[in-house]
């Protein structure tokens, strides 16, 4: 029997390092789902842009946990689960937002990027060139907001043309990757000692840390130091629970 039933894992940095690993990754994937696990990719991506890189390396999975657990998709793109940002939120913290300079800020609903017309929005993602800020915004939104959303900074690293600024996503308080996590598996009647988690960022840390989960070389050291194990890439993990 395999250890583990299902594995959650990230995109950016775990399943998708280089263009060189990504053959590996995926045919282990195959392998692994072949054997009767089911396989989720949980990203911070919307899901116009998480669709987009299954399409282009024909990535095998059973489910889609996007916008840092805000929204879970079935097989066929149905989405199955959300949770939203209150508009009365939205609203008080793009005043907040307001009153800072040097940033950008992006809306998103279950499908992708969009205007805002004070709506429920599912993410919201700052900008800015200026790491100090980042942070600064990150822990203000937390105290200020911290009965409604979460909020967590990130570098982009390789995964953008431009890598000379900082992301900081907000979701609901309900959200994160590994509420949603816990959801999905809730309506899969799945054990929570047969569940995998894999990531190498920020937003993976409370999904490694609540499954005992795994991380990769490439990882950032706070998911690292969370870790059960660190591992090279996902094939090498799927190998390993699958034994």
Known sequence: ?????????????????????MSKNIKSIEEYRNLGGKFVIVTGRSKTSVSNVIKQY??????????????????????IYEKAIATDISSKIIDYLKTKENIEIFFYDDEDKVEYHNQELLKLQIRTSDYELAQTIEDEINDIFKEYVKAHSAFPGMYYDNHDFVIVD????DAGKDNAIKKLIEML???????????????DISMIKEYN???????????????????????????????
């Open 1 to 21: 029997m395999m250890k583990k039933q299902i594995v959650f894992s990230d995109y950016d940095g775990t399943i998708y390092i280089t263009e060189e690993n």
């Open 58 to 79: 024909n990535i095998p999975y059973d489910y889609i946990i996007s916008n840092n657990g805000a929204v879970i998709f079935n097989s066929d793109m149905v989405k």
């Open 170 to 173: 907000v979701v609901s308080k």
């Open 189 to 203: 009647k799945i054990d929570k000692k047969y569940v995998a988690t894999i990531g190498d960022g920020r937003n």
């Open 213 to 243: 989960g795994f991380s990769m070389m490439t990882a950032e050291e706070g998911a690292q130091e969370v870790a059960s194990m660190i591992f090279e890439n996902v094939a090498d993990v799927l190998d390993y629970i699958s034994k």
